[in-house]
């Protein structure tokens, strides 16, 4: 069989057959609503990028609903494969760590039933990883790791700011530990999360290789900015947007108090609005209602108020998001902890800049007065600071928006998906190499 790129299946390199482990959310998850965001869509995404070069993929996920099927084809050869461990309903994630034994077993039966090998395995976040550590009771493959968000590192930064609710598991951290000295690879988001988990961690530095995640620029590009306000119902005011998970972490108090401050000094015509995706909307009697989290960040903002300012559109399809970073004049990221950041780039590769706190992986993408500006996080007036500057000067917009584009050149998928093939190759090579041999398995290190 060839495929899109003219390479027959299973050509690349020695990689035939890739074991994702996804275990407690699903690439077939809604994203934007709890536990379903950027790991997701880089498992989906990755997984296409490699199905298409013609290595087969297989994501295994826990099964958290009876009715669904074994199998789920998700492109081409790209499969995803519930796995069942534990009750077949939705699981707290803690929770789901005491049944990574049980899902390891699962996963090794169905591979035997289906008469398949895996050249790698590669796990997302510390539950997968350690589910992936499990699997060597059945497997040979050699594990590459991402963790996605780490506990040592996400604790530091509520810790750094005071925050009440940033305690992670002792279990959680001791067992990222426990992945990094087992697995073969570890994938880090930015050569600062690679630095940080040497720190934090103490694994070897050789074994880690940062690489970036990847957006698809042909569905994230510059669109025509009134089209997609119209087709959004949006109106003529100046709007500011925020994408993502309604978690402590994405700091969206942060937000509605910089957004706050905005709104007090503002001396424009029409008064900015904040557009909102993500959370639960719930269907109501009168139509969607807003879930728990949302009407908590409603609350705030009438506390502080600026309510009336604020649209809630809830979780949107991944293909809808360009016309929403068209439609608006600046996307807000005020993360207190970021791994990465894919709403970031993917609102820079529509051309509209970025205001975002300097957390994690933010501050190695966002450049100030390049492609938009950074503000300390829980720094009201800083934030209004740079949202005011910005919003206020469509020359600074424009430049801004020009810069962003030259930025996510190098995030495109096609140079993401290569760099992890040839880390697996490089990891396999590894594995094979005689003992003693601890060459790194980043190029360039
Ligand atoms: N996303 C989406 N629809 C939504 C909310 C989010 O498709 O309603 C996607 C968004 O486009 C991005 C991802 O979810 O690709 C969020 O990734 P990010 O790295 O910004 O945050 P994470 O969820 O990993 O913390």
Redesign the pocket.
């Known amino acids: 069989m060839v495929n899109d790129n003219g390479r027959g299946t299973g050509d690349f390199g020695a990689i035939g057959r890739v074991a994702m482990v996804s275990v407690h959310t699903s690439p077939l998850a809604t ?2 609503e709890k536990d379903a ?3 997701n ?1 880089y498992v989906r995404e990755l997984s296409r990028q490699l199905g298409r070069r013609g290595v087969a993929v297989d994501i295994f996920t826990r099964r958290n609903d009876p009715d669904l099927p074994d199998v789920v084809t998700l492109g081409q050869n790209v499969r995803v494969i519930h796995v069942s461990a534990g009750p077949p309903a939705p699981m707290d994630k803690e929770a789901v760590f005491d049944v990574l034994g049980e899902f390891a077993s699962e996963m090794a039966l169905f591979a035997r039933h289906d008469g398949v090998t895996y050249d790698i395995v590669h796990g997302h976040y510390w539950l997968s990883g350690w589910a992936a550590v499990l699997l060597r009771r059945y497997w040979d493959a050699p594990v590459v790791q991402m963790f ?1 968000t780490l506990g040592r590192l996400k604790q530091g930064a509520a810790e750094a700011v005071g925050a009440a609710d940033g305690a992670e598991s002792e279990r959680r951290i001791a067992t990222e530990r426990r992945i990094m000295e087992a697995v073969d690879g570890i994938v880090a988001g930015n050569a600062r999360e690679r630095a940080e988990m040497t720190w934090w961690y103490g694994v070897r530095a050789p074994k880690i290789c940062a690489i970036p995640c990847g957006i698809d620029l042909s569905l994230f590009r510059p669109r025509d900015r009134a089209a997609a306000r119209a087709a959004l119902d949006l109106g003529p005011e100046p709007t500011l947007l925020f ?3 309604i978690d402590p972490v994405k700091g969206i108090e942060f937000l509605i108090d910089g957004y706050a401050e905005l709104r007090r000094g503002w001396r424009g015509a029409e008064r900015p609005s904040l557009v909102l ?2 959370g639960e909307l719930r269907q109501g009697p009168s139509g969607p209602e807003l879930g728990p989290d949302l009407a908590g960040v409603r609350a705030l903002a009438e506390a502080r108020g600026v309510a009336d300012g604020l649209i809630f559109r809830g ?4 293909d809808c ?1 360009p016309y929403y970073y068209a439609a608006a004049d600046l996307t807000v990221v005020p993360s207190r902890y ?1 791994s ?4 970031a780039i ?1 609102s820079m590769a529509c051309g509209t800049p970025v205001v975002a706190s300097r957390a994690g992986g933010l501050a190695y993408t966002v450049e100030d007065g390049q492609n938009g500006f950074l503000a300390p996080y829980g720094d009201a007036p800083a934030l209004a600071a740079a949202l005011d500057r910005t919003l206020g000067d469509e020359a600074l917009r424009a430049r801004l928006g020009a810069g962003a584009l030259e930025t996510v050149a190098e995030f495109g998928w096609d140079g993401v998906a290569e760099r992890i093939l040839a880390l697996y190759d490089r990891v396999r090579a590894r594995r094979a190499a005689p003992r003693g041999a601890d060459s790194a398995i980043c190029a360039g290190d």
């Open positions: 994203l934007g965001g950027g790991l869509v996605h994408v993502g998970r995706i993500g979780p949107q399809a991944h998001l970021e990465f950041g894919l709403v993917e």
